[in-house]
């Protein structure tokens, strides 16, 4: 019985021995370098994230206040703000080769030709948020860490034959919710899965004046931060109440919902989007993690005469039409190009646009048969990875280089008008021409 004991013993050593090898090797990889503003294209994308679904899925639809008087727009429409992301993903193994974590994030770059020394500030900031992922810092587990953890599961299943999931997986997302000629806003979507009930999810917020490329904080949006935020938490009261079902679900258990709302004016839990200034909690802050996740938002048209005019959206105007044509069927110098899209080997398109559409954003998305049960209208169609944002494009063409696949389309393209309605479009083939064409999202998924 003890030659048993003891050579278990050896094996449970060697064991350990080897995933220390592993895990050095690993924490002895140097960090991805800086990304820098000149990039013109992104990497072939990566498969969409499991992770990108429960994102939108847990999100409240919460009304808004009152709108207030005043015109609530602000400077010109400025300078043409382009973002582009980058995935990057990685599968870490144990010793024996199985697979113990997938570990993901992605990382935007923000191009400002007309000042690309602000792009360059922000640049230099968002990396930050990289950084503190890979490394772990604040509320971020770290790579390594996460990889400790998935060893020490991955022994305790393999000795025991404990029935657990061996493969831990992290990975952030990041949206831009508001680019223009003032603001830049982000906002980051944190998610760990440790096996079981294990994991944890998280939102951040990050706003950067494109002016500058500082980091904006609450006290920098008005000329008196305590009147603002005072004022601030009174909106957020008022939408948490004309939703009476989400408001009662706060203060269970004798919890002061006013105070818990209030204390939502703090940094890093808010974001600049096309509608308003939106506030979140930490998950579990307000209710059970297992529940609906709130967002509070705040219109522009209440917030005249709160934040300084400079951080109101740029009043739009004009119609708005894009086309997609072959490269080759274009005559030199008739078409201004503004950037070029490589996503994989493919036809070389223009995406060209007569007029002005905002918020420009080629993704590739996943499709679902039947509409969510929160969504409103027949929505089907839902943002997975995207590539490419541009703020505004007047007048001009985005060139891109893509496969056009025989059946349902991969790629969407998405704008909004001078009314803020949302235009989504997708890359196809004419079955009639077999010409490349547009077409909308009444489109059936085949094949």
Known sequence: MKKIVS?????????????CAELDAIRNTELPPLPTPEVKATEAPAPAEEEAAPEESRETPVPEIAVAEGDATGAEIGDRVIIYTKKTSEDLDAPDGSLILIFSYVTPTVRIDERPEAAKAINEQLVLF?????T?????????NLLQEALDNYSYVHYTGAELNTTFTSARTVKSLRADGSVVSFRYWTSVYTGGKGGSQSYCGANYSTQTGEKLTLDMLSSDAETLKTALGDRI???????????????????????????????????FSGEGMVFFPEFGELMPEDSAFPMFTISYASLVGLIDQQYLPAAREGKTELTVLPLDEVEDGTIWSIDRLALSEGDELYLKVDGTAYDVTISNFYYVDEPKAEAEGDERFYEAERYWYASFMTD???????????GMPDLMIAYTDADYVQHRLFLSEDGETGHVALVDDTIQAVG
């Open 237 to 271: 009261i008022s939408v948490a109440r004309e939703n009476a079902d989400l408001y009662a679900e706060i203060s269970k258990n004798d919890v002061d919902a006013d105070s818990a709302l209030r204390a939502l004016v703090r940094e890093g839990n808010w974001y």
């Open 136 to 144: 772990g810092s604040g509320s971020d587990s770290g790579k390594n």
């Open 396 to 406: 001009c063409a985005l060139q891109i280089r893509t496969a056009i696949p025989d």
């Open 7 to 19: 050579l278990i013993l050896c094996v449970s050593l060697l064991f350990a021995l080897s995933a």
């Open 130 to 134: 990289d950084e503190a992922y890979i």
